[in-house]
């Protein structure tokens, strides 16, 4: 257990993704890689829906 007194609370690993964030100044955070798996899942979303329309225009030119 790395927590201890005077330390910033080391939060065991559970379902709210917090996490020590280790600086010059510690401090509890959550989430992360938010921001990254936002942009991902954006980028994604939107080239899935770029390759149905391909798709849908190779099936109708057949």
Do not use: H
Request: glycine share 4%; proline share 3%; hydrophobic share 30%.
């Amino acid at each position: 257990n790395p927590n201890g007194e005077g330390l910033v609370e080391w939060p065991s690993y559970n379902l709210n993704e917090e996490y020590l964030q280790i600086n010059l100044k510690q401090k509890k955070a959550r989430k992360l890689k938010e921001k990254k798996v936002e942009f991902w899942r954006k980028v994604m979303l939107e080239k899935t829906k770029i390759k149905k329309v391909e798709n849908k225009r190779v099936y109708l030119e057949l």
